[in-house]
């Protein structure tokens, strides 16, 4: 669409220069060329051409054939990704952590080495948002299910006052999970940097995402992209506050990931492999 709006930008103005006004393409014609995925050819054809420059319907045409355009593309980008991996999410039973059993037994045929919890924010005080609680609880579920014999609990913990792996850990070892079982993954400055360091740093091949679903489909696309295994299940257990502004967030973050997975960026830090396999004591730091 950019190729024909540009060619018909120059043919239009080539039949300007020649007199030959019968055979002049529409504006209308033009313009819609533009919205219909041609915008930068059109914006391309005006400056080469210097055809239409001086009309206000295109001064004002062609930038918001732009904008549209862009808007387009972003939505159907996240839309891509959501398409792609939307048959890997599993749910949870709402208002509560438990698993179906069904579920459970399709996930345990998978052998996953161990489930992601994705961190979020955390009070002042150290205690869990409601969204990072209900993360733990289903990724707890799992464990205690058999489904995963380890945790890999990943997030934020860039600056000494502000600390997600701490309260994460605290909470899943108060409702009985093993310290020999949880792995802590303090560096997940973002859902990118924890997939890629799921495999890069604790060699994870094979594992259960645990998130809400707007986050999992992010997630997956990553682990997917990257090669690693992995199904996900969401941990929708309630409303939360703000989740329209996440959910809007959430397309433009799954833009950027994509392109970075593309690109297999690496994460702010790297450091020595700690197998999800192995002894868990390398990751307390």
């Known amino acids: ?12 103005k080539r039949r300007a220069v020649k007199g030959k006004s019968d055979r002049r393409i529409p504006e209308r014609v033009l313009l819609w060329s ?13 400056l080469i051409w210097h055809h239409k420059t001086k009309k206000i319907k295109f001064r004002i045409g062609i930038p918001a054939a732009i904008l549209v355009n862009v808007l ?3 939505f159907a980008l996240s839309a891509f990704v959501v398409w792609d991996v939307k048959d890997d999410v599993r749910y949870t039973c709402v208002d509560d952590a438990t698993l179906d059993q069904t579920v ?13 919890v994705l961190g979020c924010a955390v009070y002042s005080d150290g205690e869990p948002t409601p969204m990072l609680r209900d993360r733990l609880d289903v990724g707890i579920a799992l464990y205690k299910a058999g489904v995963v014999p380890k945790l890999l609990l990943s997030g934020d913990h860039g600056q000494d ?3 997600e792996i701490s309260t994460m850990y605290e909470y899943c070892i108060s409702q009985g999970v093993a310290d020999a079982d949880i792995f802590l993954d303090h560096a997940g400055f973002s859902t990118y940097e924890s997939v890629y360091r799921a495999q890069s740093i604790f060699q994870v091949e094979r594992m259960v995402v645990v998130t809400q679903t707007y986050h999992e489909y992010r997630a997956l696309y990553i682990a997917r992209v990257l090669g690693i295994d992995s199904v996900g299940v969401a941990s929708d257990q ?5 989740a329209s502004y996440r959910e809007f967030r959430e397309v433009l973050a799954r833009d950027k990931d994509y392109f970075k997975s593309l690109l297999r960026l690496p994460p702010t830090y790297g450091g020595n492999a700690i197998p999800i396999t192995g002894p868990v004591y390398a990751s307390r730091g």
């Open 1 to 12: 669409m950019n190729v024909l709006s540009f060619c018909l930008m120059g043919i239009d």
């Open 72 to 74: 387009v593309m972003v």
């Open 238 to 242: 309630k409303s939360y506050f703000g």
């Open 161 to 163: 006052e502000y600390n």
């Open 104 to 116: 459970v037994d399709e996930l345990k045929a998978g052998n996953y080495q161990c489930a992601l």
């Open 34 to 46: 533009g919205f219909l995925m041609g915008s930068f050819g059109l914006l391309l054809g005006a």
